[in-house]
T-cell receptor, first 114, second 114 residues
Framework: AQKVTQAQTEISVVEKEDVTLDCVYETRDTTYYLFWYKQPPSGELVFLIRRNSFDEQNEISGRYSWNFQKSTSSFNFTITASQVVDSAVYFCALSEYNFNKFYFGSGTKLNVKP | NAGVTQTPKFQVLKTGQSMTLQCAQDMNHNSMYWYRQDPGMGLRLIYYSASEGTTDKGEVPNGYNVSRLNKREFSLRLESAAPSQTSVYFC?????????????FGDGTRLSIL
């Protein structure tokens, strides 16, 4: 069965601190996709990144970076020098290839205080 | 650039009433989805449609029906609303069910059932 676990329910940091959001997934598929989405207080869902199961290269986009490790079934997300605008709920998600189903974690609420 | 449009944005129903949530996308996407978001549980897939004329059950389909009216529109119907269906409902679309392009989400419908 497919499952995504985000063990951190809520994290609070002070602005400019680095923070890592954890994501652990379970799947029997060899081909799959992993995603991160951001949901700010306004409620919309914003796509951040997609990674396929064959690409374990870490990715950096500005202050955001992602660490994908198949050996530990993890896809962690780090925000460097956090800002108040980063305050949101962040969701990790898993998609089965060819099954058209997405499985979301329960989300991590990030509070960045000034 | 409307993207994915959901109507209504808010609705209050009484137990037993019926309701149809509307969703339309203008990106010519093949695949469309309905999710519900409950506190602490992330998003759970209710139904999806890989193409016009096809629909399939997701993780939590009980109590819901869907219609893929045409390529643009995908509606979700509650025939006899129950308090357990109080939730935020998100519609999403993506380019192709096998390409796993990022999903584009609507702004959500906040549904309360008394």
């Amino acid at each position: 069965a497919q499952k995504v676990t985000q063990a951190q329910t809520e994290i609070s940091v002070v602005e400019k601190e680095d923070v890592t959001l954890d994501c652990v997934y379970e799947t029997r598929d060899t081909t799959y996709y992993l995603f991160w989405y951001k949901q700010p207080p306004s409620g919309e869902l914003v796509f951040l990144i997609r990674r396929n199961s064959f690409d374990e290269q870490n990715e950096i986009s500005g202050r955001y970076s992602w660490n994908f490790q198949k050996s530990t079934s993890s896809f962690n997300f780090t925000i460097t020098a956090s800002q108040v605008v980063d305050s949101a709920v962040y969701f990790c998600a898993l998609s089965e290839y060819n099954f058209n189903k997405f499985y979301f974690g329960s989300g991590t609420k990030l509070n960045v205080k000034p | 650039n409307a993207g994915v449009t959901q109507t209504p944005k808010f609705q209050v129903l009484k137990t037993g009433q019926s309701m149809t949530l509307q969703c339309a996308q203008d990106m010519n996407h093949n695949s469309m989805y309905w999710y519900r978001q409950d506190p602490g549980m992330g998003l759970r897939l209710i139904y999806y449609s890989a193409s016009e004329g096809t629909t399939d059950k997701g993780e939590v389909p009980n109590g819901y029906n869907v219609s893929r009216l045409n390529k643009r529109e995908f509606s979700l119907r509650l025939e006899s609303a129950a308090p357990s269906q109080t939730s935020v409902y998100f519609c999403a679309s993506s380019e192709d069910s096998t390409s796993n392009q990022p999903q584009h989400f609507g702004d959500g419908t906040r549904l309360s059932i008394l």
